[in-house]
């Protein structure tokens, strides 16, 4: 499997460790992976208007379809208007690998409308990462939610630990139907980045830190707050130079707060690298940015535009899973004998779940390049207990198990019931748990150089 020391190349002397799981979760982000960010697409949906806390530096009251910087956005939409368009969006850039709410606002601060686009996602767009950009504000109060929905990049905007520091920061914020200023709302703020970047990081969750670099106020403090969230866990961090003009209209800006300069950002980032990984690729996008990072085609996306019927989803996931499953390989999966397959893991280590109980699937390439992953696809459960492990009916959900798993030649898992069992083999696809309980790469590996054996000799044999 393909492995690496440090988010795939970011900058950092003093990289962590990055295990396989979180490798190939961050691969395919084109945040949190250079390489990824040439090859990968990414969608923000504005869903989120309004925010708990005010920053010095953010006015999202300024909407222009020219400008590019964070928390702009064209047009607001609904969570079902928002589905729409990633539909839409998906089958036009087949590079589309991440869909991710980072405002306007704070997507926690507009929960039922965050939590109802992320659950539609899920369900109408079951292989697409699911990203969150937040100010940390509610995080512990979502964590399960998160979890549960499947949300595996979280982005949290931590600009000091100092609450001395931090107060110079934020004006005010709204907690628990009270209103704080001051040092108060500083320390609280702190506390709960830190409980929620922490149980985060707990539940297997990447987390990108974003740091607001202003100077003369956190750029000295920068450091400790790298130090910091290595502690915590973090994959990732990623210092932003802040954008401080007069006509956005923001305190900083018609304070004459200066911006730093490229050579003062850079040296920041040098430094804090001898702790944390560290982004140099961010573009500080709007909030309905599209398309791979550097390039912004919302434009080309109005609300006005979204069909009414989206196309039929499976069909375009299952092509750019061909298209992702390329790239991951580095074009070897365009082999002749290469293919995809299917695996119940609740890890990502180790073949542990039943084929009816998992609430996910992840996919794995085999070709030339090896075993790769090339994403996960979540399921529409169809057996919610193990005295229902064998379905009399198998229906409804079953029917869209198969169709989700159309396109991979065979499924590994650690149990299955005989009428699902029966059902994957008259639609061609081989059901395995001879690897129950073993680690993923080593079954696939020998499964596949098996696999290759037979079909060599049943060509060698003239056997079509
Ligand atoms: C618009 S916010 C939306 C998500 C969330 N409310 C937050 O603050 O993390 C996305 C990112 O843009 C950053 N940002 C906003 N205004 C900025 C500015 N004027 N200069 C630099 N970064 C800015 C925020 O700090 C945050 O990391
Ligand atoms: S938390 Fe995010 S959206 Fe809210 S004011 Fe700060 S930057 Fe703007
Ligand atoms: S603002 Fe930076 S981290 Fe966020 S999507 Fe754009 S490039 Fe990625």
């Not at 750029?219 to 990732?236: N, P």
Request: some cysteine; proline content about 6%.
């Amino acid at each position: 499997m393909t492995s690496c020391s440090s988010p795939a190349g970011c900058s950092g002397q003093g990289s962590t460790r990055v295990n396989d799981t979180q490798a190939s979760k961050a691969a395919q982000h084109p945040c949190y992976s250079i390489s990824g960010h040439h090859r990968f697409a990414r969608m923000h949906l504005a869903v989120a208007p309004a925010c708990n806390l005010q920053c010095n530096y953010c006015n999202r009251k300024y909407d222009c379809s020219n400008e590019s910087r964070p928390g702009v956005v064209s047009e607001l939409l609904l969570p079902e208007q928002a589905v729409a368009k990633a539909r839409q969006v998906a089958a036009a850039i087949p590079q589309l690998s991440v869909v991710g709410i980072a405002g306007p606002g704070d997507p926690l601060a507009n929960i039922g409308r965050t939590f109802q686009t992320l659950e539609l996602l899920r369900q109408q767009l079951p292989d697409l990462k699911l990203c969150l950009s937040t100010n940390g504000l509610m995080l512990p109060s979502v964590i399960d939610r998160l979890v549960d929905v499947g949300v595996d990049h979280v982005t949290v905007t931590l600009n000091a630990l100092d609450p001395a520091i931090a107060e110079q920061i934020y004006a005010w914020l709204w907690f628990d139907g009270e209103r704080y200023t001051g040092r108060s709302a500083a320390q609280l703020l702190i506390e709960r980045q830190a409980e929620g970047i922490r149980k985060l990081t707990e539940k297997g969750i990447l987390v990108k830190i974003n740091s607001v670099l202003i100077p003369g106020i956190n750029d000295q403090h920068l450091l400790a707050v790298s130090q910091q969230i290595k502690q915590w866990g973090a994959f990732l961090h990623n210092i932003m130079p802040l954008i401080s003009r007069p006509e956005h209209g923001t305190v900083f800006g018609l304070n004459g707060q200066p911006e730093p300069e490229a050579d003062q950002t850079a040296a920041i980032r040098q430094a804090c690298g001898s702790s944390m990984p560290q982004m140099m690729h961010c573009q500080q996008c709007r909030a309905d940015a599209i398309g791979m990072l550097g390039e912004d085609r919302n434009a080309a996306f109005p609300l006005s535009a979204v069909p009414v019927t989206p196309p039929a989803y499976l069909p375009i996931m299952h092509q750019r899973a061909q298209l992702h499953a390329s790239i991951v390989s580095q074009g070897e999966s365009e082999e002749a004998d290469a293919c995809l397959v299917a695996v119940a893991s609740g890890d990502g280590q180790v073949i542990d779940r039943h084929f009816g109980h998992t609430d996910r699937f992840t996919l794995y390439s085999l070709s030339a390049a090896g075993v790769v992953q090339v994403g996960q696809r979540f399921t529409p459960r169809y057996c919610h207990s193990p005295q229902e492990c064998e379905p009399q009916d198998a229906g409804q959900d079953m029917d869209a198990l198969l169709a989700l798993l159309a396109d991979v030649q065979a499924v590994f898992c650690a149990r299955i019931g005989l009428t699902p069992w029966k059902r994957l083999e008259a639609a061609g696809i081989e059901p395995q748990i001879n690897g129950a309980w073993q680690p993923i790469e080593a079954v696939l590996l020998q499964w596949w150089q098996q696999r290759k054996a037979v079909t060599g000799e049943m060509t060698a044999r003239g056997v079509a």
